[in-house]
């Protein structure tokens, strides 16, 4: 059995059973290709690149370590455990007998690259010779003669292989530079080899990472060096090169926050929007789309209010996320964010009316429907964690807050104060109104070890319904409807909400419910939500705070 697992470390430690390496040998594995560390990204190649070769019989630490325009020992970081010749044939392989004394690689004295020595110069043009001279200079480990990469053959640019060849060399060994720290000399002559190739030849995977390569670090010399300008156009060039889209975004980021301390924001926008309009950005379009409509976005959250055009644009906006997001998760953050803004902007157009006027905006059966679908249901189960509760505590003395004082005839006093040591303890409110979600007392409330807190909501209930009353407690929990115990959970656990699930039968009117939450050490915090067995809110169902008496 062979196993080739090109992952983070998965070869770090083989004599450990608990490391991937580890595990396929103990378990009988006869070869392993693994990492020792984090793998440069050219470390991980394709089945339709190393399958074929493997089925032909080449050795599996060939097939999987080498590609064209890559060097030898690279990519680095990467560990054979077990023969290295390991292959796959029908028949032994017949070896040719190497006769050193006949064909000496090197000469008693000669340095092995230099012109006159073995490795000479390919008549001009002959794209073969050249390709032949190139990958021998590769072999032998030294750097290879300037002019086979100055001066390549023309048909070097047009044809993918020959150009990623081209391009390694030019990137990772150019002009004496050293191996691991290319020089700029090497890395500007591969972005002009890449510049003036031709566009079947730009198509080669190989040649494509490492003109990105050059072009990414000609994008960070311009950043280093505050060049706006230069840092631009370099983005230019990064495009023809099939980037990543995570890599444009980088970049562009990094291009703003330059144009903000160099005081040319307005520059860098128009820059923006001419290139979310420019054809030749292709797929990256969207790139500098969503980047130019998150500029909009953060100048309408800047603002205290909204009119009525603005809540529009923030609409549109919104719209548009959902239809780039792929994701029901992305979308449920993106709708957090908009209803909170609205919220903040534009109060009477939040909650129930904008949840239903975003239902109606796509076809609940498109692909975008679904997912605002899915994030919708999110969103109201987020909002059912009423916070808007009426608090007492914290109390450490066990005596000076037990129910019984607190809660006289089951029901408490809101205007009440207690004494906790020589603290004085009284009810109060720590959210707004418009809040929800989880609820944290660890930073709300101090002290915070070795300590509980109660907290009190009024449930107004329209006609009688049943349900179940989900809770979640960071420690132990116990809660109350009117005074009767209903629930208890004495333990130490982190809050996990809905983890506690309490079937509860209301009648038409207002109800009280009480929770006590306990606190160790670590995290304090609490849920709770009133939901039907869909997991849906409870209809005519409405959580408020209540008044203490003086306020009444």
Not at 113 to 120: D, F
Not at 304 to 318: I, M, P, T, V
Not at 362 to 371: L, M, Q, T, V
Not at 396 to 416: H, I, Y
Request: net charge neutral; proline share 6%.
């Amino acid at each position: 059995m062979a196993i080739h697992v090109t992952h983070s470390g998965s070869a770090a430690d083989v004599v450990s059973p608990d490391s991937l390496a580890g595990r396929a040998l103990w378990g009988g594995a006869y070869w392993y290709f693994g990492s020792t560390a984090e793998p440069f990204l050219t470390s991980f190649q394709p089945p339709s690149y190393y399958g074929p070769r493997i089925a032909k019989g080449t050795p599996f630490a060939s097939a999987f370590r080498l590609r064209t325009a890559q060097n030898f020992w690279l990519p680095w970081r990467l560990m054979i455990v077990g023969d290295a010749l390991c292959c796959l044939r029908t028949k032994e392989a017949k070896r040719k007998e190497y006769k050193l004394e006949a064909q000496p690689l090197v000469r008693a004295g000669e340095r092995l690259l230099t012109p006159g020595g073995p490795v000479t110069l390919p008549p001009k043009g002959d794209l073969a010779a050249w390709q032949a001279a190139l990958r021998l200079a590769r072999w032998c480990g030294d750097r290879p003669i300037s002019s086979l990469l100055s001066e390549p053959p023309a048909p070097a640019l047009a044809d993918g292989p020959s150009l990623g060849l081209l391009l390694s060399e030019c990137v990772r060994t150019y002009a004496g530079t050293g191996i691991v720290q290319p020089g700029e000399g090497g890395i500007q002559l591969a972005r002009k080899h890449w510049l003036a190739a031709k566009p079947e030849a730009q198509a080669d995977y190989a040649a494509r990472v490492y003109a990105r390569q050059a072009l990414g670090h000609l994008a960070d010399l311009a950043l280093a060096a505050k060049d706006c300008a230069a840092l631009q156009e370099r983005l230019a060039e990064l495009l023809t090169a099939a980037p990543s889209g995570p890599l444009v975004n980088r970049f562009v980021e990094k291009l703003e926050a330059l144009a903000k301390e160099l005081k040319k924001d307005a520059e860098f926008e128009a820059w923006l929007a001419a290139r979310a309009r420019d054809e030749a950005a292709g797929a990256f379009k969207d790139v500098f789309e969503r980047q130019l409509a998150d500029r909009r976005f953060a100048a309408l959250l800047a603002k205290e209010q909204w009119s009525g055009e603005e809540r529009a644009e923030a609409l549109k906006h919104f719209v548009e996320t959902v239809k780039r997001e792929r994701r029901a998760d992305a979308v449920a953050r993106e709708l957090r964010k908009f209803h909170d803004a609205v919220a903040a902007k534009a109060p009477a157009a939040a909650g129930e009316p904008l949840l239903k006027e975003l239902a109606a905006v796509f076809d609940p059966e498109s692909k975008e429907g679904k997912r605002l679908g899915e994030a919708l249901l999110a969103f109201e189960k987020e909002r059912g964690y009423f916070k808007h509760w009426l608090f007492l505590g914290p109390f450490q003395d066990e005596k000076a807050g037990a129910w019984e004082t607190v809660a006289k005839d089951g029901r408490p006093d809101f205007a009440a104060t207690y004494k906790d040591g020589e603290r004085d303890v009284a009810w109060r409110t720590l959210f707004k109104p418009a809040d929800f979600g989880p609820i944290d007392l660890a930073k709300a409330l101090s002290p915070n070890v070795n300590a509980y807190v109660y907290a009190a909501a009024l449930v107004k209930v329209e006609k009688e319904v049943a349900g179940r009353l989900l809770l979640g407690s960071d420690d132990g929990i116990v809660v109350w409807i009117d005074g009767q115990e209903v629930h208890r959970h004495e333990i130490e656990r982190g809050l996990t909400p809905d983890e506690d699930k309490v079937q509860v039968a209301l009648k038409a009117g207002e109800h009280l419910v009480v929770v006590r939450v306990n606190q160790g050490e670590g995290g304090w915090g609490f849920s709770a939500r009133l939901a039907g067995e869909d997991d849906r809110a409870l209809p005519g169902v409405v959580w408020m705070c209540p008044q203490p008496k003086a306020e009444k």
